[in-house]
């Protein structure tokens, strides 16, 4: 087959032929890396049309709104598999057997316990830290603690990090909490599913036997898994910047979770929530859309609006179908955050600078009342977002660190000063 090419001119001079790399599905690229020689960058602050690496494990059609994990369609993922299926498979890259599942399953229990001097190490925070601030820390401190998995060159090494960073989020995450919330900390019970244990953490007292409601496992279970991974999201790109100087899973984790903490990221659906009990009532939504289309107000509709998504977000399409479930379960329909929140999608999506931008509500526009629903604070939410997240992360650095790399190196247009003299005194 033809190699096919882009030739590129400037000021009407042939500069280069650039190659062009096809890709399985989704849009080709135009290889660009020999442009430097030729005395020229490309320029795309905010890479909205840069692509950073090549990779099998997520693909995303924007426009389409489809989200594909090894080429499986997340609303298929969401009704057939579980969080820690999806796990082997954005690993491994197939779905286990049910041999292999019955031992990820054992692994990832077996590691879900954390040494007792991270205790100490959360002791160090205030009382009223933020549990982003916290998990951020100590995942960063993780690798003082496995010296025994740190060459990054040992696949063995870097699965065995895998798993440990999968199983011990979850503990290390309700630790967090109980640290906020001045309560005694409790250790995994490995006889528990991972959701059912993280809620175990979460909400169980040493004081009495605490039982898990199987629709809020469910619940817990598919938001786990609907934030598993998403391509090259900024966090994401984070942890692989990180990984391509060298750095331990357990450094470029930590720089994921520092990224993912924005409210232009992960962080919105805590905003989502906070926003949502600032709007209060239906008759004030029409005062709020009106300042998240004022270019002068900084104010902007947590939850709507994605880089990819110019459709709706396959997620949040799942995620409210999840939202309807649980608040009924829980006798809840009548939520008015719920109802609320309903409510300002459907005169968002109405609204002709919505739908002239194509900002549909994403992932985090309902993630937020799920949680809440189930008893989540709101300080939580986003260490939600990064224990589920955490397998993208860590599948991603180790689908790079397997294949040849280079460290991450951006360029610049530089406007500064030209050189100058030092003043003579
Ligand atoms: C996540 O990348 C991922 O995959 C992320 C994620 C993942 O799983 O990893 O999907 C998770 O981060 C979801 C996004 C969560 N963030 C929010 O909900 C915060 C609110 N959304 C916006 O901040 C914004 O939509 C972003 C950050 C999500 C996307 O920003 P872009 O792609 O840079 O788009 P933009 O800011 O250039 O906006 C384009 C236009 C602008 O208007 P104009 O300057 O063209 O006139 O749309 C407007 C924006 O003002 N706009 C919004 C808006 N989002 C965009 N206006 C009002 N409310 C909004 N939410």
């Not at 997340?74 to 796990?87: F, Q, T």
């Not at 599913?193 to 953490?201: G, R, V």
């Not at 009342?369 to 989540?376: D, N, V």
């Not at 977002?385 to 180790?398: D, L, M, P, Q």
Request: glycine share 8%.
């Amino acid at each position: 087959m033809t190699k096919r090419s882009a030739k590129l001119s400037v000021d009407g001079k042939a500069v280069i032929e650039l190659p062009i790399h096809e890709g399985s599905l989704g849009y080709d690229v135009i290889d660009i890396g020999r442009l430097g020689g030729n005395g020229l960058f490309t320029y795309d602050p905010g890479f909205s049309s840069t692509a950073a690496c090549q990779s099998d494990i997520t693909y995303i059609d924007g426009e389409n709104g489809v989200l594909l994990h090894r080429g499986y369609p997340i609303e298929v993922l969401a009704e057939k598999s579980d969080y820690l299926e999806v796990c082997y498979l954005l690993f491994e890259g197939n779905l286990p057997t049910a041999d292999q599942k019955v031992d990820f399953e054992r692994t990832i229990r077996y590691h879900t316990m954390v040494n007792r001097s991270i205790e100490l190490f959360i002791s160090g925070f205030r009382y009223d830290a933020h549990p982003m601030a916290m998990l951020c820390g100590l995942v960063g401190a993780m690798s003082s603690f496995y010296h025994d998995s740190l060459d990054i060159t040992d696949q063995q090494q870097r699965t065995i990090s895998a798993h440990r960073l999968i199983a011990k989020m979850p503990t290390m995450a309700a630790m967090c909490h109980k640290h906020y919330i001045g309560q005694p900390y409790v250790y995994p019970d490995n006889s528990l599913s991972y959701a059912e244990n993280f809620l175990h953490m979460m909400f169980g007292t040493p004081c009495e036997e605490y039982e898990v409601h199987p629709a809020l496992t469910k619940a817990m279970d598919r938001i786990f898994l609907l934030h598993a991974d998403h391509e090259q999201n900024a966090s994401t790109s984070t942890v692989r910047l990180a990984g391509s100087s060298g750095a331990n899973p357990f450094a470029c984790i930590a720089a994921g979770i520092a990224a993912l903490w924005g409210p232009a990221h992960g962080g919105a659906n805590e905003a989502v929530l906070n926003m949502l009990n600032e709007i209060g009532d239906e008759k004030n939504i029409p005062k709020y859309l009106k300042r998240a289309k004022d270019k002068q107000d900084p104010f902007r509709l947590m939850g709507f609006g994605h880089r990819v998504y110019k459709n709706h977000d396959p997620r949040a399409t799942v995620m409210r179908e999840s939202c309807d479930e649980v608040l009924s379960v829980l006798g809840l329909e009548n939520d008015p955050l719920f109802k609320l929140a309903k409510k300002l999608e459907q005169i968002a999506l109405e609204d002709d600078y919505f739908v002239e931008k194509k900002l549909y509500p994403n992932v985090d526009f309902y993630s937020g009342i799920i949680l809440k629903a189930i008893g989540i604070p709101v300080e939580m939410f986003t260490v939600i977002f990064a224990t589920g997240r955490t397998v993208g992360w860590i599948s991603h650095w180790n689908e790079m660190i397997s294949n040849p790399y280079r460290i991450g190196r951006p360029r610049q247009l530089y406007t500064g000063a030209k050189t100058r003299e030092f003043p003579e005194v």
